[in-house]
């Protein structure tokens, strides 16, 4: 009997010991995990100064075709190609001799008109005497009239040939039309050339040189106050930046804003102009023209990394009382370096999530680790 008693005993302590074990089991399959390890750093405000970038290609201010105003072969080549040219220097000359002839001819037939003038006025003047003593013919007078105002028409009409042949004589020397380089020649001495062929050559000036921009019509306003602005050239409001990367010492300024914007790409050309002494720039050349963008007053700006992504929106996580985390929906401004700006949804001195994004979610518990 006492050892039924013993074993009853025992079996109630074992039920006992069991049930405690689960319940301790239990507990701690119940216990919160531990605060999530994150980066995180406080909202400040700051100079929300930046650069825009635009896709840009060298262009001259002024570019001039050659172009042959008579036919007849090239004479004369007065020039090294590439070489910078002035103003009223001489570039070709075309052979002159037909023009030559044709002028000389044109001097003699004036000549002749002249002479045929003169005589015709005599004769007028003698018959209007004797028609004033009433002994001539009106007839006779009046052909005489009629002849003399004939011949001046033919003089004018000399003279008038003689401007004609003599600007045709003038065009074959040609001249550089403007300061500026000169390109490869396309004829070389002895081709023949006329009105309307190949141009001789070209002639573009570079100092100051152009870089001409694409810009969405939406940055007509912002250009267009550039424009305005003459004394932007002296900073580094806008700036070329060369194919290689690096930075052209010159700044410049907006010369031209377009008329009108491309209907089909809804873009506008602004040409900004860049001086050029040193020959640097080159027509041509493809670069990009950096802008400097500023709001003019501090504005809140966070790390680029502590923003996510979800259908369009951007979020943040923010740390808020017993370090737990709310996701909160921000709106974007302009990103400036590894930084962005925010135009809504923060506050200044609130703390954002950094590092560590993808291993929380909403009133998750975290512990700040680095924090500012």
Same mark, same amino acid.
């Given at each position: 009997?006492?050892?039924?008693?013993?074993? &009853?005993?025992?079996?109630?302590?074992?039920?006992?010991?069991?049930? &405690?074990?689960?319940?301790?089991?239990?507990?701690?399959?119940?216990?919160?995990?531990?605060?999530?390890?994150?980066?995180?750093?406080? %909202?400040?405000?700051?100079?929300?100064?930046?650069?825009?970038?635009?896709?840009?290609?060298?262009?001259?201010?002024?570019?001039?075709?050659?172009?042959?105003?008579?036919?007849?072969?090239?004479?004369?080549?007065?020039?090294?190609?590439?070489?910078?040219?002035?103003?009223?220097?001489?570039?070709?000359?075309?052979?002159?001799?037909?023009?030559?002839?044709?002028?000389?001819?044109?001097?003699?037939?004036?000549?002749?008109?002249?002479?045929?003038?003169?005589?015709?006025?005599?004769?007028?003047?003698?018959?209007?005497? /004797?028609?004033?003593?009433?002994?001539? &013919?009106?007839?006779?007078?009046?052909? &005489?009239?009629?002849?003399?105002?004939? !011949?001046?028409? @033919?003089?004018?009409?000399?003279?008038?040939?003689?401007?004609?042949?003599?600007?045709?004589?003038?065009?074959?020397?040609?001249?550089?039309?403007? $300061?500026?380089? #000169?390109?490869?020649?396309?004829?070389?001495?002895?081709?023949?050339?006329?009105?309307?062929?190949?141009?001789?050559?070209?002639?573009?000036?570079?100092?100051?040189?152009?870089?001409? /921009?694409?810009?969405?019509?939406?940055?007509?306003?912002?250009?267009?106050?550039? @424009?305005?602005?003459?004394?932007?050239?002296?900073?580094?409001?806008?700036?070329?930046?060369?194919?290689?990367?690096? !930075?052209?010492?010159?700044?410049?300024?907006?010369?031209?804003?377009?008329?009108?914007?491309?209907?089909?790409?809804?873009?506008?050309? %602004?040409?900004?102009?860049?001086?050029?002494?040193?020959?640097?720039?080159?027509?041509?050349?493809?670069? $990009? %023209?950096?802008?400097?963008?500023?709001?003019?007053?501090?504005?809140?700006?966070?790390?680029?990394?502590?923003?996510?992504?979800?259908?369009?929106?951007?979020?943040?996580?923010?740390?808020?009382?017993?370090?737990?985390?709310?996701?909160?929906?921000?709106?974007?401004?302009?990103? #400036?370096?590894?930084?962005?700006?925010?135009?809504?949804?923060?506050?200044?001195?609130?703390? %954002?999530?950094?590092?560590?994004?993808?291993?929380?979610?909403?009133?998750?518990?975290?512990?700040?680790?680095?924090?500012?």
């Amino acid at each position: 009997m006492k050892q039924s008693i013993n074993l &009853a005993i025992a079996g109630t302590v074992l039920t006992i010991s069991l049930a &405690a074990c689960g319940g301790k089991k239990e507990e701690q399959q119940q216990a919160p995990p531990p605060p999530t390890a994150v980066s995180a750093v406080k %909202v400040e405000k700051g100079n929300a100064t930046y650069y825009d970038q635009f896709p840009a290609t060298i262009t001259a201010l002024v570019e001039v075709e050659i172009q042959p105003q008579v036919a007849g072969n090239i004479t004369g080549i007065f020039f090294q190609d590439g070489q910078q040219v002035r103003k009223g220097q001489k570039l070709y000359t075309i052979d002159p001799q037909q023009y030559r002839a044709g002028y000389d001819q044109a001097v003699a037939n004036l000549n002749v008109q002249k002479a045929n003038l003169n005589r015709a006025q005599k004769d007028a003047d003698r018959y209007n005497t /004797l028609a004033q003593q009433d002994a001539v &013919a009106k007839q006779l007078v009046d052909n &005489a009239n009629a002849s003399l105002e004939a !011949t001046r028409m @033919q003089v004018e009409a000399a003279q008038a040939t003689i401007r004609q042949v003599g600007t045709n004589l003038k065009y074959t020397t040609i001249y550089a039309p403007l $300061n500026g380089t #000169i390109g490869i020649s396309q004829v070389r001495l002895g081709a023949a050339v006329a009105p309307g062929s190949a141009p001789l050559n070209i002639i573009s000036s570079d100092n100051p040189i152009a870089a001409d /921009l694409q810009v969405d019509a939406t940055e007509i306003p912002r250009f267009l106050k550039l @424009q305005s602005q003459k004394m932007a050239g002296r900073d580094s409001t806008l700036v070329l930046v060369m194919p290689d990367g690096s !930075t052209y010492k010159y700044p410049g300024t907006v010369q031209i804003v377009d008329r009108a914007v491309d209907p089909q790409t809804g873009t506008l050309r %602004v040409r900004v102009a860049f001086p050029n002494p040193d020959k640097q720039l080159k027509v041509g050349l493809n670069a $990009n %023209v950096r802008v400097k963008n500023s709001t003019g007053q501090p504005e809140i700006m966070i790390p680029y990394q502590s923003v996510t992504e979800q259908m369009s929106e951007y979020f943040v996580f923010v740390v808020g009382d017993s370090s737990k985390v709310t996701q909160k929906k921000v709106t974007l401004g302009a990103r #400036i370096n590894d930084k962005v700006i925010v135009k809504e949804g923060l506050k200044e001195g609130e703390t %954002v999530v950094t590092e560590g994004t993808q291993k929380i979610r909403e009133g998750a518990k975290v512990r700040v680790s680095n924090g500012k």
